[in-house]
C-alpha cells in the first residue's frame, strides 16, 4: 500500500524549520558551544572547553556582525564602516582583556597580548584584504574605490605605527619605569591623534571616505536595493529598530566577553603546556575576532563593494591600534598590571611591511586579484616566522 504524499502544511513546517535554523544557525552554535564550553570547563576539560568557547566566540561574532552590517546598511558613509569596525574590534578587545587579567599569574601572557595587538592589523590588512581583494578580482577584472580613502589610512597607520616604535627602541636602553612612562605618554599620543581623525573622518573631509562617483558601487547598490524592496524581510533583526539593535550587539558583546575569560583561563595553560609561541597565540586570537569581519568584506567584494572593504580593513587596524591599545593599557593599570608597548623587531617590522604593501597595492584607487594574493602570500609568511619565534 502507497503511502499519502506529505500535505502542503507539512512541507511548509519543514520548509519554515530549515529556513529558520539557516537565519539564527549562528545564535543556535553559539548557545551549544557556549554551554559545552561552561561544561568542559567545570568538569575540568580544559581542551574541549578552549575549543567550545572559541567556536560560540566565533559563532556569536558572526551574529554580532550580521547586526552590525544591518546597522551599516542604514548608515551612510564613513559611519556605516564605523559600526562595522568597532563591533569587531570590541571583541578583539575583550579577548586580549582576558588574557591580560592572566598576566597578573602569568607575566608571559602580556607577551600574548603584544603578539595579538599586532596580529589583529596584519590579519585585517594581509588577511580580510587579501581575500577580499582576491575574491573580487576573480569577478571583476578591476575594483575601484577612493584613492583618497587608502592614502589617508596608510598615511595614518604609518605614522601610528612609527609611535610604537618609541617604547620598543627604549627598552634596550631604559629602566621598567621608564619604559613604562614612555608607553603611557604613546598612548595618549595615539588617542590625541585618534581625535583628530575622527573629525577629519566624520566632519571635514567625509568625502574622502565614500565611493567616487566612477565607482560602480551606486549602480550595484541601486540594483541591489530595488531587489530588496520586493523581498519581505522576516529576519529578526531586520525588523528591530537601530536602537533595539544596537542593545542587541551590546548583549550579544556580553555573552563573547563571558566566554573569552572561560578561553583565557583555559587556554594560557594549555599554549604553556604545548610551548606555543606568543607570536602564534595572538595570531590565533586575531583569526578568531577578525573571522566574522572577513566574512563581510567577501560579501561586499562580491557585491563590488571594494570600497567598504577598504574602510572596514584599514579602519579596524587604525582602531586596533589607536584605540584598542589605550583601552588595554587602562584596564591593565585597573587591575595591577603594567603593560608597556615593547613590541619585539619582528612586530613592528611585520607592522610597517604590511602598511607599506597596502599602501603600494591601492594608492592607484583600483584592485584586481594579483594585489589580493600578495597580501595573503605576506600572511603565510608572518604565521610561519610567528609560529617559530620564541
Given at each position: 500500500m502507497?503511502?499519502?504524499p506529505?500535505?502542503?502544511?507539512t512541507?511548509?513546517?519543514?520548509?519554515?524549520t530549515?529556513?529558520?535554523?539557516?537565519?539564527y544557525?549562528?545564535?543556535?552554535?553559539?548557545t551549544?558551544?557556549?554551554?559545552?564550553?561552561?561544561?568542559?570547563h567545570?568538569?575540568?576539560?580544559?581542551?574541549?572547553?578552549?575549543?567550545s568557547a572559541?567556536?560560540?566566540i566565533?559563532?556569536?561574532?558572526?551574529?554580532?556582525?550580521e547586526?552590525?552590517?544591518?546597522?551599516?546598511?542604514r548608515l551612510?558613509?564613513p559611519?556605516?564602516?564605523?559600526?562595522?569596525?568597532f563591533?569587531?574590534?570590541?571583541?578583539?578587545?575583550?579577548?586580549?582583556?582576558?588574557i591580560v587579567r592572566?598576566?597578573?599569574?602569568?607575566?608571559?601572557?602580556?607577551?600574548?597580548?603584544?603578539?595579538?595587538?599586532?596580529s589583529?592589523?596584519i590579519?585585517d590588512m594581509n588577511?580580510?584584504l587579501g581575500?577580499?581583494?582576491?575574491?573580487?578580482?576573480?569577478?571583476?577584472?578591476?575594483?575601484?574605490h577612493?584613492e583618497?580613502?587608502s592614502?589617508?589610512y596608510?598615511?595614518?597607520?604609518?605614522?601610528?605605527?612609527s609611535?610604537?616604535?618609541v617604547?620598543?627602541?627604549?627598552t634596550?636602553?631604559e629602566?621598567?619605569?621608564?619604559?613604562f612612562?614612555?608607553?603611557?605618554?604613546?598612548a595618549?599620543?595615539l588617542?590625541?591623534?585618534y581625535?583628530?581623525?575622527f573629525?577629519?573622518?566624520?566632519?571635514?573631509h567625509?568625502?574622502?571616505?565614500?565611493?567616487?562617483?566612477?565607482s560602480?558601487?551606486?549602480?550595484?547598490?541601486?540594483h541591489r536595493?530595488?531587489?530588496?524592496?520586493?523581498?519581505?524581510?522576516?529576519?529578526?533583526?531586520?525588523?528591530?529598530?537601530?536602537?533595539?539593535n544596537f542593545?542587541?550587539?551590546?548583549?550579544?558583546?556580553f555573552?563573547?566577553?563571558?566566554?573569552?575569560?572561560?578561553?583565557a583561563?583555559d587556554?594560557?595553560?594549555?599554549?604553556?603546556?604545548?610551548?606555543?609561541?606568543?607570536?602564534?597565540?595572538?595570531?590565533?586570537?586575531?583569526?578568531?575576532?577578525?573571522?566574522?569581519e572577513?566574512m563581510?568584506?567577501?560579501?561586499?567584494?562580491?557585491?563590488?563593494?571594494?570600497?567598504?572593504v577598504?574602510?572596514?580593513?584599514m579602519?579596524?587596524?587604525?582602531?586596533?591600534?589607536?584605540?584598542?591599545?589605550?583601552?588595554?593599557?587602562?584596564?591593565?593599570?585597573l587591575?595591577?598590571?603594567?603593560?608597556?608597548?615593547d613590541?619585539?623587531?619582528?612586530?613592528v617590522?611585520?607592522?610597517?611591511?604590511?602598511?607599506?604593501?597596502a599602501?603600494?597595492?591601492t594608492?592607484?584607487?583600483?584592485?584586481n586579484y594579483?594585489?589580493g594574493?600578495?597580501h595573503m602570500m605576506?600572511?603565510?609568511?608572518?604565521a610561519?616566522?610567528?609560529?617559530?619565534?620564541?
Amino acid at each position: 500500500m502507497d503511502s499519502k504524499p506529505p500535505s502542503s502544511q507539512t512541507i511548509h513546517r519543514h520548509n519554515a524549520t530549515l529556513h529558520f535554523l539557516a537565519e539564527y544557525s549562528d545564535i543556535l552554535l553559539g548557545t551549544l558551544f557556549g554551554a559545552s564550553a561552561i561544561y568542559f570547563h567545570l568538569s575540568h576539560s580544559p581542551y574541549l572547553s578552549v575549543l567550545s568557547a572559541a567556536i560560540a566566540i566565533g559563532s556569536f561574532s558572526i551574529t554580532v556582525s550580521e547586526i552590525a552590517e544591518i546597522l551599516a546598511e542604514r548608515l551612510e558613509e564613513p559611519y556605516a564602516s564605523f559600526v562595522l569596525t568597532f563591533s569587531a574590534v570590541a571583541v578583539e578587545i575583550i579577548l586580549l582583556f582576558m588574557i591580560v587579567r592572566e598576566g597578573v599569574h602569568n607575566p608571559a601572557a602580556l607577551e600574548t597580548v603584544k603578539g595579538g595587538i599586532i596580529s589583529a592589523v596584519i590579519v585585517d590588512m594581509n588577511v580580510l584584504l587579501g581575500l577580499a581583494v582576491f575574491i573580487g578580482g576573480l569577478s571583476y577584472k578591476e575594483q575601484e574605490h577612493n584613492e583618497d580613502t587608502s592614502s589617508t589610512y596608510t598615511t595614518i597607520l604609518l605614522v601610528a605605527s612609527s609611535a610604537l616604535l618609541v617604547p620598543s627602541i627604549l627598552t634596550y636602553t631604559e629602566d621598567s619605569n621608564t619604559l613604562f612612562h614612555a608607553s603611557v605618554m604613546i598612548a595618549l599620543l595615539l588617542i590625541s591623534f585618534y581625535i583628530a581623525i575622527f573629525i577629519f573622518q566624520t566632519r571635514t573631509h567625509s568625502h574622502f571616505f565614500k565611493a567616487t562617483a566612477k565607482s560602480r558601487l551606486f549602480r550595484i547598490k541601486k540594483h541591489r536595493d530595488e531587489e530588496e524592496d520586493e523581498e519581505d524581510e522576516d529576519y529578526l533583526f531586520d525588523r528591530l529598530s537601530n536602537v533595539w539593535n544596537f542593545a542587541a550587539i551590546f548583549g550579544f558583546i556580553f555573552v563573547i566577553g563571558m566566554l573569552a575569560e572561560l578561553f583565557a583561563t583555559d587556554g594560557m595553560p594549555i599554549a604553556r603546556e604545548m610551548g606555543i609561541s606568543a607570536g602564534l597565540a595572538g595570531l590565533i586570537i586575531a583569526i578568531i575576532a577578525v573571522a566574522p569581519e572577513i566574512m563581510t568584506a567577501i560579501k561586499a567584494a562580491r557585491d563590488d563593494e571594494i570600497q567598504r572593504v577598504i574602510n572596514i580593513a584599514m579602519g579596524a587596524s587604525t582602531v586596533s591600534i589607536m584605540l584598542t591599545v589605550p583601552i588595554l593599557m587602562g584596564l591593565a593599570y585597573l587591575n595591577g598590571i603594567e603593560l608597556t608597548l615593547d613590541f619585539n623587531a619582528f612586530q613592528v617590522g611585520a607592522l610597517i611591511l604590511t602598511i607599506i604593501l597596502a599602501w603600494k597595492t591601492t594608492d592607484d584607487g583600483e584592485t584586481n586579484y594579483f594585489e589580493g594574493i600578495s597580501h595573503m602570500m605576506f600572511f603565510v609568511g608572518y604565521a610561519i616566522i610567528a609560529t617559530l619565534y620564541h
